[in-house]
């Protein structure tokens, strides 16, 4: 018997050795290998939800390797433009001109890999580009036939969000995509009808909420019933009506106008509504085109690295939803993450709990191995005795009886030993978890801490002292009474168990944090109660969780509030009910610094416009930065600066050129200012007056302030209604071309049109709806379709045999951005083998305010194909003659305003001396807006070569242009 307890106790000590091994020994470590240089070029901007994950999974993969990491940020989901595109790479090859090179290039998304295979010859020659987060699939394997280019694409889960929408429902006839109109929303779109194949019995559909406004799309989800799986599989909002929204926004609107579950296959929108489902994960998506670079860094060819073709993806749901809808939770996936899914305080502290479970089961199978060891001794002792008094019957048996008794001994001292090692292991734990177990005497108010408690402090400390002395030394009053009151509680009933968190006064700059955990046993005595537990230093956590709430509440750049916590603000003070103003504030001309300077200046001048915001700020205004180049300003009603006195205190602060290291900048501000709760009481459509008033300041020439009316929002819906008509037109051919001769003063007949574009099914007057296509660069494709049209009808009269006369083309300001249009020009010509001299542009001083190199030089090489080209509406500028000597025109046309205020007998030398200086310079002239005989009589005798107005003829469509084409006007006069 004895030799079998031996044998267990021995296989005992073996596991308890075997055990503290495992989880005390020493980590291994990553030794640094390299000093190498990887470039990150994300197509979005950090604030984007994908970019964090994947340069956060990028650094899982280089920071072990040592491997250096810098980020470009393309920014291209709020600025889409080539213009923007060929800034970056102006910026870009500067900076790689005057760093270190890179070993590697990383792009992450389509916009990204299009800018790299694009420069790939004038940045990266012969440098390894890995990508990642690609829609285009085509595109992907086109960059992966270069022999430095492999990467992984962005394959979308459809066919694991149905699976799973089927496991959940299996009575669904139809699968309902919500789309948008972006590069990716198509990519994913397309992935979405790659599924299609997989369901002969599901009814694939899909409603792009591009083409929807809000209260359109509000009542197609309305009407989704319980036989549909919807999925949103957009990476935007942008409304039919130009209004954004985040994927958050986009997600709380779709969840509260839906009765069945939404399923999201990419990141965002989770915990605002959305069920959830199977999402990429962008944050391993990173990490293995990180571990690629890692492997290219190491000696491997890019060719030998395949391109990954499927998406890393992972289970995450709202467990908020799935309780709504009811959805059984043993069918979602094992391994799935639940949001909003409160934490027990056991699956919190798991690792802390069962390593303080396992000490104390060690403690307790060694206090029963003493017990029984001590029974044995008793046993042995009462034999011993019972020996002793039969001593005198043999020697033998006294004999065997001492031999038994020292074996005894031998075990009480291995007892001993194995004691001492239990205690040294058991500290072994304290220390190595950081904590200090503490126990406190509710009879007498003693309290007791293990010994390294004196480690936390600034000197030796008793291992005893009475709890109230404690607290008043280490703690303040009110954290003192925090602690009382969670110990009654607990004793009350009222909580399972001790746990609280409180600060410990700092015996240096930096304060303490402990979260103490306790329950209660019964002492020796019946009325004794002793409180025992665990104190666990959280300094560290605290610090990062208040470094967290700062960057989640404060903006990175300007250290101001963001727009978050200005949205938190506005609704306390909202809920108060009291009066307020709010005003968003945007720098004037803020692009011209960016472009010129660069985005590093342009990130001083906002810090210093912040600083110099926030210190002179009233009492009550409460400054936040919204975004870009604009702050949001709320005047609360309390004492301090009325909104007038702000705004004028604003103004008075940047009277002067602020100062950005050795340079000054002059800065001024447009203002959109609305009121609660006159303008309305919902804190989004607050902000939205604003900035519908900032707008309104803006198209009226900026450096001003407005307030809000709801005339502003009626006139900004008009405008995001027409501005839908003139897309539709330029898709489905909606305009059409009238013609306005130009007749010859001497002879009566017609030299030439001018070409004038018309809606063919709405009555929008020309002047309105040409203005809002140039704010929307819809300009540039109504410019063609008239340069084509023209062509076309020029070419069509000369195959009836019409005698040639040119027609006139209005060129906006904003086609000098159509890059291709001269190209376009050419093929037209050539298309219908039209003479370029039979085709005349006309250009406004405008178009020369911008760029003016490249539009004379666009204007030259116009002018070099044969073509003609009139300076229109002159006399509206303030430098008109100035242009004549430099503009290559052959025509100037007199705006009409020109000719009702100076054709009059008084102001007559205006005009003629006007064309006789015309005339020095070789050009023709032509009044426009031509109504009375009077006028035409002034202009013939004043030397004006032609005449355009309804004194011969208003705007006429080609087939009435045609009755008139070779007719006479002299008879008319």
Same mark, same amino acid.
């Given at each position: 018997m004895t030799i079998i307890n031996n044998n267990l106790m021995k296989k005992f000590i073996i596991i308890l050795i075997v055990f503290f091994c495992l989880f005390s020994g020493p980590?291994?470590?990553?030794?640094?290998?390299?000093?190498?240089?990887?470039?990150?070029?994300?197509?979005?901007?950090?604030?984007?939800?994908?970019?964090? +994950?994947?340069?956060?999974?990028?650094?899982?993969?280089?920071?072990?390797?040592?491997?250096?990491?810098?980020?470009?940020?393309?920014?291209?989901?709020?600025?889409?433009?080539?213009?923007?595109?060929?800034?970056?790479?102006?910026?870009?090859?500067?900076? /790689?001109?005057?760093?270190?090179?890179?070993?590697?290039?990383?792009?992450?998304?389509?916009?990204?890999?299009?800018?790299?295979?694009?420069?790939?010859?004038?940045?990266?020659?012969?440098?390894?580009?890995?990508?990642?987060?690609?829609?285009?699939?085509?595109?992907?394997?086109?960059?992966?036939?270069?022999?430095?280019?492999?990467?992984?694409?962005?394959?979308?889960?459809?066919?694991?969000? !149905?699976?799973?929408?089927?496991?959940?429902?299996?009575?669904?006839?139809?699968?309902?995509?919500?789309?948008?109109?972006?590069?990716?929303?198509?990519?994913?779109?397309?992935?979405?009808?790659?599924?299609?194949?997989?369901?002969?019995? /599901?009814?694939?559909?899909?409603? =792009?909420?591009?083409?929807?406004?809000?209260?359109?799309?509000?009542?197609?989800?309305?009407?989704?019933?319980?036989?549909?799986?919807?999925?949103? !599989?957009?990476?935007?909002?942008?409304?039919?009506?130009?209004?954004? /929204?985040?994927?958050?926004?986009?997600?709380?609107?779709?969840?509260?106008?839906?009765?069945?579950?939404?399923?999201?296959?990419?990141?965002?929108?989770?915990?605002?509504?959305?069920?959830?489902?199977?999402?990429?994960?962008?944050?391993?998506?990173?990490?293995?085109?990180?571990?690629?670079?890692?492997?290219?860094?190491?000696?491997?060819?890019?060719?030998?690295?395949?391109?990954? =073709?499927?998406? *890393?993806?992972?289970?995450?749901?709202?467990?908020?939803?799935?309780?709504?809808?009811?959805? *059984?939770?043993?069918?979602? *996936?094992?391994?799935?993450?639940?949001?909003?899914?409160?934490?027990?305080?056991?699956?919190?502290?798991?690792?802390?709990?069962?390593?303080?479970?396992?000490?104390?089961?060690?403690?307790?199978?060694?206090?029963?191995?003493?017990?029984?060891?001590?029974?044995?001794?008793?046993?042995?002792?009462?034999?011993?005795?019972?020996?002793?008094?039969?001593?005198?019957?043999?020697? +033998?048996?006294?004999?065997?009886?001492?031999?038994? /008794?020292?074996?005894?001994?031998?075990?009480?001292?291995? =007892?001993?030993?194995?004691?001492?090692?239990?205690?040294?292991?058991?500290?072994?734990?304290?220390?190595?978890?950081?904590?200090?177990?503490?126990?406190?005497?509710?009879?007498?108010?003693?309290?007791y801490f293990s010994q390294n408690f004196q480690n936390w402090l600034s000197h030796p400390f008793p291992w005893m002292e009475p709890f109230d002395v404690l607290m008043k030394k280490y703690l303040d009053e009110k954290t003192a009474q925090l602690i009382n009151d969670e110990i009654a509680a607990y004793l009350d009933g009222k909580k399972s168990e001790i746990m609280v968190e409180f600060p410990v006064k700092p015996s240096s700059n930096q304060p303490r944090w402990i979260k103490a955990h306790g329950k209660s046993i019964q002492g020796s005595g019946e009325e004794e109660v002793i409180l025992y537990g665990i104190l666990t230093d959280v300094t560290e956590g605290k610090r990062q969780q208040e470094h967290i709430d700062h960057l989640a509440h404060y903006d990175y750049l300007t250290n101001l509030p963001n727009r978050m916590s200005f949205m938190k603000t506005l609704q306390e003070e909202v809920e108060k009910g009291q009066p307020l103003y709010i005003i968003l504030m945007d720098i004037d001309n803020f692009k011209e610094i960016n472009d010129t300077l660069g985005h590093v200046w342009g990130d001083k001048v906002l810090r210093s416009v912040a600083q110099k915001l926030s210190d002179n700020a009233c009492p009550n205004m409460f400054i936040s930065r919204f975004g870009g180049d604009e702050f949001l300003v709320l005047i609360t009603n309390r004492d301090g600066c009325s909104m007038e006195e702000c705004i004028k205190h604003i103004r008075t602060l940047f009277e002067q050129p602020i100062p950005v290291d050795r340079n000054e900048y002059t800065i001024k501000f447009s203002m959109g200012i609305t009121r609660y709760p006159e303008d309305s009481t919902n804190i989004d459509q607050l902000i939205m007056n604003a900035d519908t008033a900032l707008y309104q300041v803006k198209r009226n020439g900026k450096n001003h302030h407005l307030l809000y009316n709801k005339e502003m929002q009626q006139e900004l819906r008009n405008k995001a209604v027409t501005e839908g008509i003139i897309q539709k037109a330029v898709q489905e051919d909606g305009f059409y071309l009238v013609y306005q001769p130009q007749v010859n003063v001497k002879t009566g007949e017609i030299e030439s049109f001018e070409a004038l574009v018309r809606l063919k099914h709405h009555a929008i007057p020309p002047d309105v709806f040409i203005g809002i296509a140039e704010e929307s660069d819809l300009i540039c494709q109504i410019g063609r379709a008239v340069t084509k049209e023209a062509i076309r009808q020029a070419a069509n009269w000369r195959d009836k045999g019409h005698p040639r006369k040119p027609i006139s083309i209005n060129f906006s300001s904003k086609q000098i951005r159509d890059k291709d249009y001269l190209q376009f020009l050419i093929n037209t010509l050539e298309e219908y083998e039209l003479d370029p001299q039979y085709l005349e542009i006309e250009i406004t001083e405008s178009i020369l305010l911008e760029e003016t190199e490249l539009t004379l030089e666009l204007l030259e090489r116009i002018k070099e194909l044969g073509i003609k080209i009139a300076l229109d509406d002159f006399g509206t500028g303030f430098s008109s003659l100035n242009y004549l000597t430099y503009i290559p025109v052959n025509k100037v046309k007199l705006d009409k305003s020109l000719c009702d205020k100076f054709l009059s007998p008084d102001n007559i030398k205006v005009i003629e001396s006007i064309i006789s200086l015309a005339h020095s310079l070789n050009l023709v002239i032509t009044a426009e807006g031509i109504e009375e005989q009077w006028q035409y009589e002034q202009l013939k005798a004043s030397g004006c070569n032609t005449i355009q107005g309804y004194l011969f003829s208003k705007p006429l469509i080609a087939e009435e242009a045609e009755k008139i084409y070779e007719k006479n006007f002299l008879h008319l006069i």
């Amino acid at each position: 018997m004895t030799i079998i307890n031996n044998n267990l106790m021995k296989k005992f000590i073996i596991i308890l050795i075997v055990f503290f091994c495992l989880f005390s020994g020493p980590k291994p470590s990553v030794q640094a290998q390299t000093n190498q240089r990887v470039l990150f070029i994300s197509s979005y901007s950090e604030s984007f939800e994908t970019v964090p +994950e994947q340069i956060a999974g990028i650094h899982e993969a280089l920071d072990p390797q040592n491997i250096l990491l810098d980020i470009e940020y393309m920014d291209t989901k709020r600025f889409d433009t080539q213009e923007n595109v060929h800034n970056f790479f102006t910026s870009l090859q500067y900076k /790689l001109d005057h760093t270190e090179p890179y070993d590697a290039i990383i792009v992450g998304d389509d916009r990204a890999l299009d800018f790299a295979m694009t420069y790939q010859k004038e940045l990266f020659a012969e440098l390894p580009i890995l990508f990642l987060g690609i829609n285009d699939i085509n595109r992907a394997e086109e960059a992966a036939r270069s022999s430095y280019i492999t990467g992984i694409v962005e394959s979308v889960p459809i066919k694991e969000n !149905i699976e799973l929408a089927l496991k959940f429902n299996s009575n669904v006839n139809r699968v309902l995509g919500l789309v948008e109109s972006s590069i990716t929303g198509m990519g994913e779109k397309d992935q979405f009808y790659g599924a299609v194949g997989f369901y002969p019995s /599901l009814r694939f559909e899909d409603v =792009n909420i591009s083409e929807h406004t809000q209260e359109e799309m509000a009542g197609i989800l309305q009407e989704i019933k319980d036989d549909t799986i919807v999925l949103f !599989i957009g990476s935007m909002y942008r409304d039919k009506a130009g209004v954004d /929204l985040s994927i958050d926004e986009a997600a709380a609107f779709i969840s509260a106008n839906t009765h069945v579950p939404v399923y999201r296959p990419t990141i965002g929108g989770v915990g605002q509504g959305f069920l959830g489902g199977m999402q990429i994960s962008y944050r391993e998506m990173g990490k293995r085109a990180g571990e690629m670079a890692v492997q290219v860094l190491s000696g491997t060819p890019v060719q030998d690295i395949p391109m990954m =073709n499927k998406s *890393p993806y992972h289970a995450i749901f709202d467990y908020q939803v799935v309780q709504q809808f009811d959805l *059984p939770e043993n069918l979602l *996936p094992g391994d799935a993450f639940l949001l909003n899914k409160e934490v027990s305080y056991f699956e919190q502290n798991m690792k802390l709990l069962m390593g303080v479970f396992a000490a104390l089961f060690i403690m307790m199978i060694i206090s029963t191995l003493m017990g029984i060891d001590s029974l044995k001794h008793r046993t042995m002792q009462r034999k011993l005795r019972e020996s002793n008094e039969e001593l005198s019957a043999t020697y +033998e048996e006294l004999a065997a009886t001492e031999e038994e /008794l020292r074996h005894q001994y031998k075990l009480i001292e291995e =007892n001993v030993q194995r004691i001492e090692l239990f205690n040294q292991k058991y500290e072994h734990a304290i220390y190595s978890t950081n904590s200090v177990v503490w126990e406190l005497n509710l009879s007498n108010r003693n309290i007791y801490f293990s010994q390294n408690f004196q480690n936390w402090l600034s000197h030796p400390f008793p291992w005893m002292e009475p709890f109230d002395v404690l607290m008043k030394k280490y703690l303040d009053e009110k954290t003192a009474q925090l602690i009382n009151d969670e110990i009654a509680a607990y004793l009350d009933g009222k909580k399972s168990e001790i746990m609280v968190e409180f600060p410990v006064k700092p015996s240096s700059n930096q304060p303490r944090w402990i979260k103490a955990h306790g329950k209660s046993i019964q002492g020796s005595g019946e009325e004794e109660v002793i409180l025992y537990g665990i104190l666990t230093d959280v300094t560290e956590g605290k610090r990062q969780q208040e470094h967290i709430d700062h960057l989640a509440h404060y903006d990175y750049l300007t250290n101001l509030p963001n727009r978050m916590s200005f949205m938190k603000t506005l609704q306390e003070e909202v809920e108060k009910g009291q009066p307020l103003y709010i005003i968003l504030m945007d720098i004037d001309n803020f692009k011209e610094i960016n472009d010129t300077l660069g985005h590093v200046w342009g990130d001083k001048v906002l810090r210093s416009v912040a600083q110099k915001l926030s210190d002179n700020a009233c009492p009550n205004m409460f400054i936040s930065r919204f975004g870009g180049d604009e702050f949001l300003v709320l005047i609360t009603n309390r004492d301090g600066c009325s909104m007038e006195e702000c705004i004028k205190h604003i103004r008075t602060l940047f009277e002067q050129p602020i100062p950005v290291d050795r340079n000054e900048y002059t800065i001024k501000f447009s203002m959109g200012i609305t009121r609660y709760p006159e303008d309305s009481t919902n804190i989004d459509q607050l902000i939205m007056n604003a900035d519908t008033a900032l707008y309104q300041v803006k198209r009226n020439g900026k450096n001003h302030h407005l307030l809000y009316n709801k005339e502003m929002q009626q006139e900004l819906r008009n405008k995001a209604v027409t501005e839908g008509i003139i897309q539709k037109a330029v898709q489905e051919d909606g305009f059409y071309l009238v013609y306005q001769p130009q007749v010859n003063v001497k002879t009566g007949e017609i030299e030439s049109f001018e070409a004038l574009v018309r809606l063919k099914h709405h009555a929008i007057p020309p002047d309105v709806f040409i203005g809002i296509a140039e704010e929307s660069d819809l300009i540039c494709q109504i410019g063609r379709a008239v340069t084509k049209e023209a062509i076309r009808q020029a070419a069509n009269w000369r195959d009836k045999g019409h005698p040639r006369k040119p027609i006139s083309i209005n060129f906006s300001s904003k086609q000098i951005r159509d890059k291709d249009y001269l190209q376009f020009l050419i093929n037209t010509l050539e298309e219908y083998e039209l003479d370029p001299q039979y085709l005349e542009i006309e250009i406004t001083e405008s178009i020369l305010l911008e760029e003016t190199e490249l539009t004379l030089e666009l204007l030259e090489r116009i002018k070099e194909l044969g073509i003609k080209i009139a300076l229109d509406d002159f006399g509206t500028g303030f430098s008109s003659l100035n242009y004549l000597t430099y503009i290559p025109v052959n025509k100037v046309k007199l705006d009409k305003s020109l000719c009702d205020k100076f054709l009059s007998p008084d102001n007559i030398k205006v005009i003629e001396s006007i064309i006789s200086l015309a005339h020095s310079l070789n050009l023709v002239i032509t009044a426009e807006g031509i109504e009375e005989q009077w006028q035409y009589e002034q202009l013939k005798a004043s030397g004006c070569n032609t005449i355009q107005g309804y004194l011969f003829s208003k705007p006429l469509i080609a087939e009435e242009a045609e009755k008139i084409y070779e007719k006479n006007f002299l008879h008319l006069i």
